[in-house]
Structures are given as C-alpha cells and as structure tokens.
C-alpha cells in the first residue's frame, strides 16, 4: 500500500499506535527484585505498608527531656543510661522519661523514649560529650519538639508511596527498601528485533573503499535500550531479499518478538531490499511522511507483529525513532516514559522548509532568568551524525516558516524524562 498524500508526523505516530493495537499489541506486567527496576516503569501503586518513620526517633546525638524537664529552672540534670540506634528504648525506660531531674544519651535515628518532648544535641551541653551514668550534666532549655522526628512524618501507613506510571530512581528505591518492599510490578519490556545493513555496510573492521561500516545498528540498539526495549537479535542484511526474508522468518520463529524495527530499504531505489520483502504482507504501507530528515517511512505485519521500517540515512533514522518508535513503546507497552514536548526560546534565525515539518537537532540551555532556550547544532543533512553527538533535542520548525532569534518553538528531548505523571 502507498500513499497518496504524506502523512504528518503526528498522523503517522498514531497509524504506528493504532496498528500495534490492532494486532493485540499492549502492556504486560512482571515482578522484578527492587535493585533490579531502576529505569523500569511500575504496573502497579505502591502502598506503604508502615508508618514513615515507624516510631518517634531521635535526629541528633544528644538528650532526651521529657516536657517537665524542658520547663525545669535548674538546668543541671543526672544522665540516664544510654539508648544506641536499634535498641528498645522500653529496656532501660520502661516507663518513658518518668522524672523532671534525668535526661536521656540518645543516639541519631535510635527509638525515642515514651515522654520525650525535645533532644539538646551533646555539643551544646556541658560537657560536650556524653557523660557517664548518673554524672551530672548541664543541658540549655530547648523550644518543644526540637530535633525529634515524629512517627508518620513522612508517610503514613496506607498512603501511595510511588504511583503507577512513575519510573523506578534509585531514590525509589530507597524508600521503597525504607518499607522492606522487595519486589516490584513493572511494565515487561517489549521484545525488539532489529534489522539493519545493505551491501554497502560492513561488520568487518578491513572495509572496502566503498563500504562503511554499520553506525546504525548499534545505534539502534543503545535507542532501544535508553526506551525500555529488550534486543532479542540484530539482524544485518545485504541486498538479497530471499535471503532477508529467510533470517526474518527463523528470528520471528525462534525469538518470538513484540516489535521489529528496520533501518534502510524502504524508499525508491533498485536494491530496497526490506521493502521488497515487507510490501507484500499485511498492513503493509511504504511511502512518505512530510517531515524532514525521515521523510521515507513504512510498517507492516509480520507474523502478528508491528514492524517499523525507518529510512537508512544515520540521522533520519535517530529521528524517525525518537519520534515514532519511541512514543509507540510508551503508548502501547506502557514500558517507558511518555517522551515529553517542551517549549524553548531560539537562540537564533531558522528558516523552515516547504511543506515538511523539519527537525534540527538542538542543544537546551537554561539562563539565569530561568528561561529555556535552544541552540542549533550541525547542519541539516541526514548524513551528518557526527555533527549531532552535542545535540540533546530535535527542535520542531514548522513547514515554510521563518522564525527569529526570541521565537518560541516546540522541543523533543532525546532522552526520556523519567516520570509518566507528577508523583502523589
């Protein structure tokens, strides 16, 4: 199937959406252990299932009073035994802090003693330095609740710790190991087969003077990864279709994936070799987006599964998978952030091209005022990789437009943002 007339990007991102869908594509849910889904995205809220803190505990080293010996006029106290970190203070307190004239030694993060009103940290008494049983101390009179950190201050028993949606961060995973939650739900990563090469790209570190070696291979695979895919195989192809046809078939048999993407092959020349075989097979469609670079694009049905065919040039094909690729993993599999747009002020003049959206790779800078702003980086063309690694955006320039340094455009960040929703 062909095109008459070119799809916008955003037509074409939700024709990608809606064929995933149409051939049962969607989100599936695994346990993982906790230091294990840093990066992945939960299937499910998490609930606390204890206060936070669990008791009243002690944020200095210090003393312990209870609220008679916070009002107490002689500031001359005996000091009661000592309570570590860990300990039950009930040991030594069975009855809390019961008398005006004895303070507590109490240790950072230790259980305070029924009673408690404040801690005086140890330097600021007199000693400065925790005294021995029973020595008389001298301990200034401290405002109520100071450096006392109350049971459930931070999270009560019951509420949402994390919601679904929010990707795992390693501060995730210290709060959710603050519970003793061991385990999580998370979205599964979709399974990606990738298919890169022509008779032009060599695996060999020896090239021939007309061959080069496979940029977008590898790159893929770090996109892949970077957006919550599984490399199950990469596939590198010449210009044979009968052969490209077979090793589709034995990977689609042996590695059962959820998404296939191409890279090269689907536009007009005599050796398209992906869309040679991929045309024929169902919900096939080969033709243009108007947008530039990426402008050739397909998908397909391959055993049951989407098929993504990007154009080969190196840039188009980061492009064409930032913004097809990528929201179609969030959308559909649920197993990545939804890529963000954000909106940025440009640096300088951009001309826009007729009738295609064009995306110039950016580079994000925020000033002093806290203003957003985007500068170009690297020129235009689809082949210029090597002029995009200081770029951490594709800036969005309208079709036929002739925007001024101040202008406010739309940005993509490549990297994605690490939270679905605002956390509860």
Known sequence: MHDAEPFAPAEYREHLVSLARDLGAGPRAERVELAAAVGRVLAEDVVAPADSPRFDNSQ?????????????????????????AGTDPAKEYPLGL?????????????????????????????PPEFAALGAQVRVPRPPEGQ????????????????????TVTPQTVGALASQNVRSVEVWARPRVLICTGGEEISQSEDL??????????????ALAGHHGLEVVQRIVTGDDPHDLRNRLDDAMTRRRPDLVVTSGGISHGAFEVVRQVLEGRPRAWFGHVAQQPGGPQGCAALAGVPVVALPGNPVSTLVSFRLFV????????????????????????????PAKTQFRRGRLALGEDATVSVEVVGGA?????????????????????????GDVVSVHPLAPHPHHEEQT
């Not at 010996?69 to 001359?76: L, N, T, W």
């Not at 179609?328 to 091209?353: F, I, K, Y």
């Open 208 to 221: 021939d003077q007309a061959q080069l070696p496979d940029a977008n291979g590898p790159m893929l695979e």
């Open 381 to 405: 063309g689809s082949h210029l990789l090597a002029q995009s690694v200081g770029a951490d955006c594709l800036i969005e320039v309208p079709p036929a437009s002739h925007l001024s340094g």
């Open 326 to 353: 990528a929201p179609l993993v969030a959308q559909v599999w649920g197993a990545a952030a939804e890529p963000t747009v954000l909106a940025a002020r440009l640096s300088a003049d951009v001309e826009g091209v």
């Open 147 to 166: 450096f006392v950190r109350p049971a459930a201050s931070d999270l009560r028993r019951g509420e949402t710790l994390v919601s679904e949606g929010r």
């Open 60 to 84: 200095m080293d210090g003393y312990a009073l209870n609220a008679d010996a916070v009002g107490r006029e002689d500031r001359f106290f005996g000091a009661g035994p000592v309570v570590p």
């Open 98 to 126: 019961d008398r005006a004239d004895t303070v507590c030694p109490i240790m950072t993060g230790a259980k305070l003693p029924e009673g408690t009103c404040a801690v005086v940290p140890v330097e600021k008494c007199d």
